[in-house]
């Protein structure tokens, strides 16, 4: 039986004979590491069980014979035009779908495929692709089951990893770029954004927080989204403290992320009393102008009294804290409230453009522009 399979970043060919090379499918799917150039790597052993990572079956051996395949009940329809299996499960769907939002997928089925590449399962083309069933299921949802996966209503990072990853690898350009911009929304690189009700809109995920934190860095990495890092490493940093900091899903960290974390929240920590809260270090008025010294400095020492009551992550606050959410001013006389936010709202912005290099970002060329194979 003779099995089409897909080739690393769009060729595709039929099962190939013993003397024919093989290539994996990595299911990352980096352009940067993708090639269309045809390898000789030495001959894979022959098996009799299917192998998931590897796209097609052994010579000689029948799908059928090689493992239960099943049939997917969410995404087998009677009119479809196209079988593709990821792993040992098989999906009917339709060409026109795939070829409507894929341009990977529009390449692939506009020309037929030499005879011998030919394989028909049920009157249809059979693709059988190197990919996991999680992403595949979520690909067929997120194409054929609009209305259960939005943005608005609530979205799993396993979702938004498939939106990533396949948008990437087969070209489905509204995948990446409804992801990144959800991420981006939800975890923006500028404070006129973080401020933004807009944020709030996309702020949404059906995971707990602790997954869909940790997932969210843990996709900002695999696929370069440098400008979501800095704030979802605030996130972490506001969530635990020094206790729970190493516990909470360490094996989710990189090595080097919990003490990198840990040395950027001193760093922002002492960054926030310097320029936000200089205003509390002096022990004069904040306004030559104050028309209440007594009652503006005792606002002072109610507002140094409250920090130095809570932990760390109270101080941190104010970075992500809009003049107008915090009470940190209430009772400021009309000279010295002016004076206050402006000193206040500026450090904010100061704190957080330097964000990047308190996290050992800065230095990082990463970019979000969508980039198909070539």
Known sequence: MTAVRVEEYGTVSSKPSQTTARRRLSNSGSPATSTMTDTKPAKRKRTDSLDSNILGWSPGVDPEEAGAVTQSREHW???GNIIL???SKRYRV????LKRYSSWFDEA???PQPAEAEIQRDDCPFFVLGDTTEDIDNMLTLLYDTMSVSVFRGISVSVLGTMLRLGRKYSFKIFWDEAVKFLEKS???????WDGEEKQIYDKFTDNNEDALFGVIALAHEFGLKSVLPTAYVSVLLEYDSTTFFAKRRVAWRVEEPLNCLLAREKIYNAITKHPLSWLH???PVSKKCVSRAGCTSVKHAALIALLKGDHRTTLQILVTGWCDTDLGNDFCKECSPVVEKIYNEGRKKVWHLLPEYLGLENEVWNTRFESPE
């Open 77 to 79: 329809f009677n009119d």
């Open 85 to 87: 299996q990821a792993e």
């Open 94 to 97: 339709h060409q026109s779908v």
């Open 109 to 111: 089925l506009l020309f």
């Open 187 to 193: 975890y923006p690189d500028t404070l006129c954004d």
């Open 282 to 284: 002096e022990s004069t």
